[in-house]
């Protein structure tokens, strides 16, 4: 079910709506009641007359928070009181009270904001708004050029800030999945002129903060695969299995809610058959960041030679002349996602066999190989030597071949007990069951969406916690897609588990999904909203996600007697209270 309809849009009114003054009036004062979490301060300084920096970032994953803190711990060092938020722990009056001000943010999906930014976005972006003059900032935003509205998060905040008056004291600086030297180049120039002018005082770092990982992004852990299980039927359509990494003696810990990232190598045949396409050989020295390096081991560990980026793509269209895909490149981005749709860069090159292009250019036209991020399915509290994670195998056939998902085959396939698995940790510090342990938990995971609600469980048995949980689950069929059944039915029997719902769509003629279910319990659901509930979402975020956002919505309206705009407001409550969290993909 679609959230396009006019009824459900957001009571933040852009700029443009047809809405009445008393509308607009509640508007205004709904923005100046709402509730502040002050919190997460970065670090104290001797003094109080430090200048005071705001760090605000806007994080799906968590590459924007660590960059936040990063920027608050230069701005220590130039006398700076920094003080990082995330921007669901403020409001728009907040806002207008910073006068120095960073904003760190990432791009979700299709140039959408990030879940925790998109309060404080729709709020800022409407005529109720306050004006921002005595603002001085800067925005870091981060994307990925595989998409057509590339960081378009922090562009749409550059526009806004500037639009309500703020002032610009250093440009954006827009970074690509592989952000760490553009980011660093920014915050080497933008701290010292958000601290120019301020009265130098000496900087005491009083908080007792624990070090940094050594492991991290750049420098990942050779980890170990314990255990590689598939966990549905051999008949299903479906491959997803449960691993299990060991971590013991790397000082790592996590916790549930975080993810576990995973440096892959790419499939050995999919270089082979690339090269091949290429007319190399494999042995070919090639540069690569400055040194030499044989082409197979660059193709192999270095780059992403799975889907095709746009320069790629312009290039194959530029060499090859073919009408369509120029056509498409200039033309309807629609169209072109369509013809893309289950193609990769093998699939290009086997098209066009007559272009000619070196090893030196093909590599010049590739992505940086990038670490994937999977939600972990087990409590750091239970297991802290080992890390669990549920994976479903991408396999499919297409133009004429079978074709692999990166990660996903490189686990199932390419490692066994002695291959060294590069691995960090991101921390998901808003995705976490609730602190309170007599609260109740509603947990809504279809398919590997169950991962963290698994931890999460773990995590309440670990606790003794007497708060209700609630899960909802679902996939394709009941005898080969009901993953972790047997720990499930164990839970719901020993009382862990207080309810179970599930939709099994094609266990008949109709598709029932989790969706659906919610709704049919929806007075219940509401009354465990009411009682304190915490409401999870982990999965699908294009359709899943916006289905049960909707139902959520609908329950809300008519089990709790609501219009749609008290409807809306009593979910952005329960989103500026943590209570409702989504960790999609």
């Known amino acids: 079910m679609s959230l396009d309809g ?33 919190v997460h301060n970065a670090g104290s300084t001797s003094t109080a007359n430090a200048r005071t920096l705001h760090i605000l970032y806007g994080s799906q ?63 800022a972006n409407t005529d109720a708004a306050p004006r921002l003059d005595n603002i001085n900032y800067s925005i870091l935003a981060l994307g990925d050029t595989s998409y057509d509205q590339f960081c378009q998060a922090g562009i749409d905040w550059d526009n806004r800030l500037e639009a309500l008056g703020a002032k610009r004291i250093f440009d954006r600086v827009d970074c690509d999945v592989d952000f760490e030297a553009p980011a660093e180049k920014w915050l080497s120039e933008v701290i010292p002129l958000m601290a120019e002018g301020a009265a130098t005082v000496s900087v005491l770092d009083t908080e007792s903060r624990s070090a940094k990982s050594a492991y991290n992004r750049k420098n990942p852990f050779p980890a170990k695969l314990l255990t590689n299980r598939i966990i549905t039927a051999l008949n299903s359509s479906k491959e997803t299995r449960h691993y299990e990494i060991s971590i013991e003696g790397s000082g790592l810990s996590y916790e549930a809610g975080d993810a576990l990232c995973v440096i892959p190598s790419n499939c050995p045949d999919l270089v082979s058959a690339i090269l091949k396409a290429l007319n190399c050989t494999g042995e070919e020295d090639e540069p690569v960041n400055g040194e030499l390096m044989k082409l197979s081991e660059a193709l192999l560990t270095r780059f992403e030679i799975k889907l095709p980026g746009k320069e790629l793509i312009e290039e194959i269209a530029k060499r090859s002349g073919d009408k369509e895909l120029n056509g498409l490149i200039s033309g309807d981005k629609e169209k072109l996602s369509s013809y893309l749709w289950g193609r990769d860069i093998l699939d290009l090159l086997l098209q066009f066999p007559g272009i000619e292009i070196s090893a030196a250019e093909f590599l010049r036209l590739l992505k940086p190989l990038q670490h994937r991020a999977y939600s972990i399915s087990s409590s750091g509290k239970k297991h802290p030597d080992s890390v669990h994670l549920t994976v479903a195998s991408v396999r499919y056939e297409a133009h004429g071949r079978q074709h692999k998902g990166v990660c996903s085959t490189y686990l199932a396939d390419l490692v066994n007990a002695e ?104 007075a219940e659901l509401f009354l465990w909203l009411e009682q304190g509930g915490y409401f999870f979402v982990c999965g699908d975020a294009y359709r899943m996600a916006k289905d049960v956002d909707q139902a959520l919505h609908d329950i809300i309206r008519t089990h709790g007697n609501k219009t749609v705009l008290e409807a809306v407001e009593y979910v952005n409550q329960l989103k500026q209270e943590k209570r409702y969290v989504r960790d999609v993909y």
């Open 6 to 38: 006019n009824e459900m849009k957001s009571p933040f009114i852009p700029h443009n709506a047809p809405y009445s003054d008393s509308q607009r009036a509640w508007i205004s004062g709904f923005f100046a009641g709402m509730h502040s979490h002050m």
């Open 61 to 123: 994953t968590g590459n924007s928070e660590s960059l936040a803190n990063d920027a608050a711990a230069r701005a220590k060092s130039h006398g700076l009181a920094a003080i990082v938020k995330s921007m669901d722990e403020i409001n728009i009056t907040h806002l207008a009270q910073m006068p120095y001000l960073l904003i760190i943010t990432s791009t979700y999906g299709e140039g959408a904001m990030p879940d925790n930014a998109e309060l404080l976005w729709q709020a």
């Open 419 to 522: 291959t060294e698995v590069k691995v960090f940790f991101t921390p998901n510090n808003h995705f976490r069951v609730p602190s309170d342990d007599n609260l109740p938990m509603i947990m809504v995971g279809p398919g590997t969406g169950i991962a963290p609600f698994r931890a999460f469980l773990q995590e309440r048995d670990f606790r003794k916690a007497s708060g209700k949980n609630w899960l909802f689950f679902g996939d394709r069929n009941a005898a080969t897609d009901f993953i972790y059944q047997d720990e499930i039915e164990s839970m719901l029997a020993s009382g862990l588990l207080t309810k179970l719902d599930l939709a099994f769509s094609r266990d008949q003629s109709e598709k029932v999904y989790v969706q659906d279910r919610m709704r049919e319990n929806g």
